[in-house]
């Protein structure tokens, strides 16, 4: 059975840092791109930022781009979420996802994510 476990989530101050991370057991993923959504309140899940099965390539939303960075252990089979200089717009739920298919770049679009954790909350208090 494949699980995805979140961890790191927190109430952090804005300027503050957290990292994320999202455990995969059950399978192995190292062929798979591997993406980051959150879903502030009130709105619909959105991307934040991806990464190529090989890693290496990395895409990330505007809104996160240059103080967010996304990275990969494949020996851990974990995904990672580095977040700094965080701001209240940031408070979300955090979930980590895997691509339905092998070898890819990372999608920006939800659905071609076939696995998904249970998500971790992160709150920015200003």
């Known amino acids: 059975q494949v699980q995805l476990v979140e961890s790191g989530g927190g109430l952090v101050q804005a300027g503050e840092s957290l990292r994320l991370s999202c455990a995969a057991s059950g399978r192995t993923f190292s062929r798979y791109a591997r993406g980051w959504f959150r879903q502030r309140p009130g709105k619909e899940r959105e991307f934040v930022a991806a990464?190529?099965?090989?890693?290496?390539?990395?895409s990330y939303a505007d809104s996160v781009k240059d103080r967010f960075t996304i990275s990969r252990d494949n020996a851990k089979n974990t995904v990672y979420l580095q977040m700094n200089s965080l701001k209240p717009e940031d408070t979300a739920v955090y979930y980590c996802?895997?691509?339905?298919?092998?070898?890819?770049?990372?999608?920006?679009?939800?659905?071609?994510?076939?696995?998904w954790g249970q998500g971790t909350q992160v709150t920015v208090s200003s």
């Open positions: 996802a895997v691509e339905r298919s092998p070898y890819r770049l990372g999608s920006s679009v939800s659905s071609a994510y076939e696995y």
């Open positions: 990464i190529r099965w090989s890693g290496g390539r990395t």
